[in-house]
């Protein structure tokens, strides 16, 4: 019994077999690759990881042959075991493509920051990872599998790189890091691959989809397309897939170990307001009934999982963050589809009402805009000493713009602006209130 299960894009054929009552995977190298040393050579390679990794995050290897047919044609193939369940892409699909929760992510970035672990400490890189590639046990275990494309990072390897060496540039769109395209790949792609694995997982939306109109080097607002999810958690998808390799993380210890301080920061937000608002209300009024009136309001003060933390400190980094989804969801709201349904997210009072009008005028009169280049630096940040929920930025702003009236282009303009947000902090979250430009060179 031989069935056919998937014949895509890959190296490979994926059949089901059986040895005896149990189903296997036969992995048969196209037959067009035959004459390419390179391919046949990753391919042996595969078999090889396989037998030497010993994990339940990677499939078992039972071995590498080749096999000749009567009329002379010769096939080269690896049996290994299969994982009863499906691809993190099927899943998704199945899923009617709803992001995973907070929660989730943490539990899968840690298994295959483990997975991972082994792959590196065994001096191996991955240069695959997508979501594609990865499968879910029906215990919940993540697998990680097509190693056809992994490298074994010897150390006569990594010098090679510096003297421009070429390796085999394996590119999947939208996951494959510049420095690997260019056929740099380092431990560090893998990271990066990571990443946007994440952000196809927290958005619903592949990385290399042209939704996300992504180049190489930044995906710069896909964190608008996600919801309830901590900032913390945020940046750290963000360092993985940072654009200089050595800008990541380390190595899998440095990702593991920072992936734990994450976890424990949530579990100390999720604890302390809860502590906070018993012992306040037994203090202010020591009365049971007080007590419980605030504790059937209780559920809803305490963030869940998925909700952002509350009081959200006001720093440079924060304000940039904040600024930066202002400037995509502006991007979004004036652009050739008008998609102003995140304005709310970001603004209230008079910026909300004022940008909503000016993109319902541009989608009226049939115009839009385009930017580029923007580069944003916070200048100063101040909270008002009376009002802590209210706060000033100072920032400059760069950048290009393009306008567009009935589909042709009418003007460009290229700005470097200092401007002024005033801030407002709404059930613990910073929102822009209103905005004014200070001086402007064109
Ligand atoms: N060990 C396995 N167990 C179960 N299904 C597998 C296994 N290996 C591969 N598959 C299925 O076949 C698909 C393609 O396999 P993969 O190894 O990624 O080859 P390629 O991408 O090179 O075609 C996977 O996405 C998965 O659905
Ligand atoms: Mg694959």
Not at 249 to 267: A, S, W
Not at 311 to 327: F, P, R, Y
Request: net charge neutral.
């Amino acid at each position: 019994m031989i069935s056919l299960l998937s014949d895509s894009t890959g190296f490979a054929k994926i059949y089901e077999v059986y040895e005896q009552n149990t189903p296997k995977i036969l992995k048969v190298l196209k037959e067009h690759l035959n004459n390419q040393p390179k391919a046949v050579e990753l391919f042996r390679q595969e078999a090889a990881v396989l037998e030497q990794l010993n994990h339940p995050g990677i499939p078992k290897g039972n071995g590498y042959f080749q096999y000749q047919t009567i009329n002379g044609k010769l096939f080269h193939c690896l049996v290994m075991e299969k994982i009863d369940g499906v691809n993190l892409d099927q899943w998704l699909t199945q899923q009617g493509n709803h992001p995973i929760s907070q929660k989730q992510a943490i539990a899968w970035l840690k298994q295959l920051g483990e997975i991972l672990h082994l792959v590196h400490s065994q001096q191996w890189f991955h240069r695959d990872i997508k979501s594609s590639n990865v499968m879910l046990r029906s215990n919940g275990q993540l697998v990680l599998i097509d190693f056809g494309t992994a490298r074994e990072a010897t150390y006569s390897y990594l010098a090679k790189m510096g003297v421009g060496y070429q390796v085999t540039a394996v590119v999947s769109f939208g996951y494959t890091p510049l420095e690997q395209k260019n056929g740099h790949a380092v431990p560090q792609s893998d990271f990066f691959a990571l990443g946007r694995t994440f952000v196809h997982l927290l958005t619903g939306t592949p990385p290399g989809n042209n939704f996300w109109n992504a180049h190489d080097k930044v995906l710069s607002n896909w964190r608008t397309y996600t919801s309830g999810i901590s900032p913390l958690l945020l940046d750290f998808i963000d360092n993985l897939m940072a654009q200089e390799p050595g800008k990541r993380p380390l190595n899998t210890q440095v990702l593991l170990q920072r992936l734990e301080e994450i976890e424990q920061k949530l579990q100390q937000n999720k604890k302390i307001p809860l502590a906070l608002v018993i012992s306040a209300a037994m203090l202010a009024l020591g009365g049971f009934g007080y007590w419980v009136y605030q504790h059937s309001h209780l559920d809803s003060a305490i963030p869940s999982d998925n909700s952002p933390t509350r009081e959200e400190l006001l720093t440079k980094n924060t304000a940039q963050d904040l600024i930066e989804s202002w400037l995509s969801i502006q991007t979004a709201a004036l652009g050739p589809n008008h998609e102003t349904m995140n304005l709310e997210k970001i603004l209230v009072g008079s910026a909300l009402s004022q940008w909503r009008q000016i993109a319902e005028q541009d989608k009226v009169n049939n115009r839009y805009q385009k930017f580029f280049n923007q580069d944003l630096t916070v200048e100063s940040v101040q909270t008002n000493n009376i009002d802590q929920n209210q706060a000033q930025v100072e920032a400059t702003l760069k950048e290009a713009t393009e306008f567009y009236e009935n589909s042709q282009k009418k003007k460009s303009d290229n700005q470097t602006a200092r401007v002024k947000y005033n801030l407002v902090r709404v059930d613990g979250v910073w929102r822009i209130q209103n905005m004014s430009v200070l001086q402007n060179n064109r």
